[in-house]
């Protein structure tokens, strides 16, 4: 695997790495909406509810009142405090998530029509004097059957929100958990590629480097004997296997200008025989021209200057 590719191998792995740290951000971003948009959602439900349970029981105070005689507009009255219920419904409604919610939501209505219709049969049966039947109905009818159903129905979709907040609670925990572990992962899967980055280039990038300038140095020095690693397949094996190739070639002409320069054994044998015979002949001149100064003897000299 050559430089490029060892390069590339890496950075990619960095960038697959920050891209699924990127996308698990964002999925646990839009898990933790997701899971805090129901949970506001369930508690609107509960307040809903609760509202619909209160309002409902406060009405029903002015059917005792009716019934006692004590508020001449009691029906009237019921029926106003009553008023604000239906959109209350229309709203818990829209907040239904599945099939159970929305036959809770059933429950509590028919429970709650029941409640009326009850009330309203209490109010015609005191303003048509029939007191006694009234109160009957309303302690024997309304008060043991219907207002406790209602008041059930009630309670038990209070309570199944609460059990679905947990179920939530669970599963943002759960959520999480799991986002946890998946950056951890990916964290340290950083963290190693930082880590295996820097030793590549610290060993494949970095070294060759360092020693690609000791050995031109060296050869600046006027040492040729300097080689780098030719057996590497990357780029620096190319780049090392030139360089050899330069220092053999620079070698080689300093050699043969060497040995272009040096005299040959012929041409030595020459000078130094010439040399030693005109030594020779100046030592021989010198000695005659003694014993001719000394004999007095022209013609001897003369035969040997022929």
Same mark, same amino acid.
Request: aromatic share 6%; glycine share 4%.
């Given at each position: ?5 060892? /390069? ?5 792995? /960095? ?13 646990? %971003?839009?898990?933790?909406? !997701?899971?805090?948009? &129901? ?14 349970? $209160? ?27 009553? !008023? ?15 099939? &159970?919610?929305? #036959? ?22 005191? &303003?048509? $004097?029939?007191?006694?039947?009234? %109160? ?19 309670? #038990?979709?209070?309570? =199944? ?6 179920? %939530? ?11 946890? %572990?998946? /950056? *951890? ?21 970095? *070294?060759? /480097? ?13 040492? @040729?004997?300097?080689? @780098?690693? =030719? ?5 620096? $094996? ?19 200008? $060497? ?7 012929? =041409? @030595?044998?020459?000078?130094? =025989? ?6 020779? @002949? ?19 000299? *003369?035969?040997?200057?022929?």
């Amino acid at each position: 695997m050559n430089l490029k590719q060892k /390069l590339l191998t890496t950075f990619g792995g /960095l960038a697959l790495l920050t891209i699924t740290t990127a996308g698990m951000s964002a999925w646990t %971003i839009r898990q933790w909406q !997701a899971t805090n948009a &129901q949970m506001q959602e369930h508690f609107q439900r509960s307040l809903i509810v609760k509202q619909i349970q $209160g309002t409902t029981l406060g009405a029903f105070r002015e059917v005792y009142d009716g019934v006692r005689g004590e508020d001449s507009d009691s029906r009237q009255e019921f029926a106003e405090l009553l !008023a604000p219920i239906t959109p209350e419904f229309k709203k818990w409604e829209e907040l239904a998530h599945n099939e &159970q919610e929305r #036959q809770q939501i059933q429950a509590v209505r028919q429970a709650h029509n029941a409640l009326v219709q009850k009330a309203d049969q209490i109010f015609a049966l005191a &303003q048509s $004097g029939q007191q006694t039947t009234a %109160i009957a109905m309303l302690d024997q009818e309304l008060e043991e059957a219907v207002l406790n159903r209602f008041q059930t129905a009630t309670d #038990q979709a209070i309570a =199944s929100d609460i059990e679905n907040r947990q179920v %939530i609670l669970e599963r943002v925990d759960q959520t999480r958990r799991t986002a946890q %572990i998946a /950056l *951890s992962i990916a964290a340290f899967a950083t963290l190693s590629l930082v880590l295996l980055l820097f030793a590549y280039l610290s060993s494949d990038l970095f *070294s060759p /480097l360092r020693d690609v300038k000791q050995a031109l140095e060296g050869v600046n020095r006027g040492d @040729l004997q300097q080689r @780098l690693d =030719s057996e590497r397949l990357d780029e620096f $094996g190319e780049i090392n296997r030139v360089f050899n190739q330069m220092v053999e070639t620079i070698a080689y002409r300093e050699q043969a200008a $060497g040995l272009a320069a040096m005299p040959t054994s012929s =041409s @030595l044998n020459d000078s130094s =025989s010439k040399v030693t015979l005109h030594q020779l @002949l100046s030592q021989l001149r010198s000695r005659i021209s003694q014993l001719t100064s000394e004999q007095n003897t022209p013609e001897i000299t *003369s035969q040997l200057d022929t």
